[in-house]
């Protein structure tokens, strides 16, 4: 399938409500990402962030209004289009009774590669996330820093031009974060579209460029993050963002 010249991801007057819950997540929700962003979805917790990314990712179905990845729809089996993107969940989306390499090489081939490309890339991902000492092992032995690149590793397998990220480095240490933020910056000057949601507004700071803060179903604000501050008059994501969304504890 070809890619067009088309937003990376486009959401257009998107509905949706989870089965017996009578107050709707999203009810006109539009958003647009350019391709090769690195672009930030920031919320409290109930926001609608992993709603949204579930939506765009196809994991969940809207009720109305359309979600585009490269000017393709999403939904459905388009197998076409569920090879544009990558998605690297908070949970771990592993087996962990199989080591790295057996995880690349279920996950390479449900994304359409061939043998050798997977052997190919498995060695490339190995020595890039610093687990090839480690490739032949059970993922369920390793430390909570090696998983997560385990799951980086799962989601950037087929050399996707979209990557979602939902809490890519929660539970790190600095050195794993640090590697990891480096490796998708690395991603993104290589073409890499990068959609990324976290806690952590401290690192985001360092790795977007453009951001929307979303609170109760509705975008509150977006924009580039330096004009962001610069009109509200603050000095860090922190800051911004429990000006636009409260004090207030949240679920």
Same mark, same amino acid.
């Given at each position: 399938m070809?890619?067009?010249?088309?937003?990376?991801?486009?959401? /257009? !007057?998107?509905?949706?409500?989870?089965p017996g819950n009578p107050d709707a997540s999203f009810a006109d929700l539009n958003l647009k990402i350019a391709k090769g962003e690195r672009f930030g979805l920031f919320g409290p917790n109930g926001a609608g962030k992993t709603t949204l990314l579930s939506l765009m990712t196809g &994991?969940?179905?809207?009720?109305?209004? !359309?979600?585009k990845l490269l000017g393709h729809e999403v939904g459905g089996q388009n197998n076409e289009v569920n090879k544009l993107f990558g998605f690297v969940p908070q949970d771990f989306s592993f087996y962990d009774e199989l080591s790295p390499v057996e995880n690349f090489a279920f996950f390479g081939a449900w994304s359409g590669l061939k043998k050798q490309a997977i052997k190919k890339r498995t060695n490339e991902l190995l020595d890039i996330l610093g687990l090839d000492d480690v490739r032949d092992k059970q993922v369920k032995k390793f430390s909570g820093g090696m998983k997560r690149r385990v799951n980086l590793a799962i989601g950037v397998i087929h050399n996707p031009v979209i990557l979602f990220l939902d /809490?890519?480095? @929660? +539970?790190?240490?600095? #050195?794993t974060r640090h590697a990891i933020i480096n490796y998708l910056l690395e991603l993104n000057k290589n073409g890499t579209t990068l959609v990324y949601t976290s806690h952590q507004l401290g690192e985001a700071e360092g790795l977007c460029e453009q951001v929307a &803060? *979303?609170?109760?179903?509705? *975008? @509150?604000? #977006?924009? +580039?993050?330096?004009k962001l501050l610069k009109h509200y008059q603050e000095e860090s994501l922190e800051h911004l963002f429990l000006k636009l969304t409260g004090k207030d504890y949240r679920d």
């Open positions: 070809a890619v067009t010249n088309a937003l990376a991801v486009d959401v /257009e !007057h998107v509905g949706f409500k989870y &994991l969940l179905a809207v009720d109305k209004g !359309h979600v /809490e890519p480095t @929660v +539970g790190v240490d600095v #050195q &803060l *979303i609170d109760d179903g509705k *975008i @509150v604000a #977006q924009d +580039g993050l330096n």
